[in-house]
């Protein structure tokens, strides 16, 4: 079982649809939590880190559930601009800090 | 102006060749890492210098070896090029002061396109 796991679509919404994604982890020591995006052909680029609290970001939403060791991204209004794949990123220390990707969530937006 | 650099973008060279892929920021940042995308676009990280001392060496073959000749600059080089290293590499950086902290943003290089043929 991979550490981070997301499901990796592709989703495919229309315009103005609303869109979320989820991301599990296995390792409870996991340290802080990131959400990238990659266009194709594209490096990863990112869109927002994400808090015990949750925290908004216009369109863009991330949640953060400890207990059940997922984070969620909700992406309101989806624009042709949001088709990417959204990579779910977790940090866990080892001595230092590790980025672990998952494998991303492809997502493209129809008109 | 470019903050996070990488050539070449494209390498194409047949098995058993030798390669480097070169690495520059011009962020200050302290920390650089080497990360490989393979086919299935899972992203994993191979290495990580912080101020030109290793500091993340992943269970990568021996035939790819690291160097950083100062904090602004983190080149690879691959011997013996074999079919499985065909990938994207990516460089990225970090601020890193003391090995950074767990939210510390990375910023990721255009990537190098490596196919071996």
């Known amino acids: 079982r991979k550490e981070v796991e997301q499901d990796p679509g592709p989703f495919n919404v229309p315009e103005g649809a609303t869109v979320a994604f989820n991301c599990t982890y296995s390792?409870?020591?996991?340290?802080?939590f990131f959400w990238y995006r990659q266009d194709c052909r594209k490096e990863p680029k990112l869109l927002m880190s994400?808090?015990?609290s949750g925290n908004e970001d216009g369109r863009f939403t991330a949640q953060l559930n400890r207990a059940s060791q997922y984070i969620s991204l909700l992406i309101r209004d989806s624009k042709l601009s949001d088709s990417a794949t959204y990579l779910c990123?977790?940090?866990?220390?080892?001595?230092?800090?590790?980025?672990?990707f998952g494998t991303g969530t492809r997502l493209k937006v129809l008109a | 102006d470019t903050a996070v650099s990488q050539t070449p973008k494209y390498l194409v060279t047949q098995m058993g060749n030798d390669k480097s892929i070169k690495c520059e920021q011009n962020?200050?940042?302290?920390?650089m890492y080497w990360y490989k995308q393979d086919s299935k676009k899972f992203l994993k990280i191979m290495f990580s210098?912080?101020?030109?001392?290793?500091?993340i060496n992943e269970t990568v073959p021996n035939r790819f070896s690291p160097k950083s000749p100062d904090k602004a600059h983190l080149n690879l080089h691959i011997n013996s090029l074999e079919l499985g290293d065909s990938a994207v590499y990516f460089c990225?950086?970090?601020?890193?002061?003391?090995?950074?902290?767990?939210?510390?943003?990375?910023?990721f290089g255009p990537g190098t396109r490596l196919l071996v043929l």
């Open positions: 990225a950086s970090s601020l890193g002061g003391s090995w950074g902290g767990p939210r510390e943003t990375q910023y």
């Open positions: 390792n409870s020591a996991s340290q802080s």
């Open positions: 994400v808090y015990s």
């Open positions: 990123v977790v940090v866990r220390a080892s001595g230092t800090y590790k980025y672990i």
């Open positions: 962020l200050g940042h302290d920390t």
């Open positions: 210098y912080n101020n030109k001392e290793l500091i």
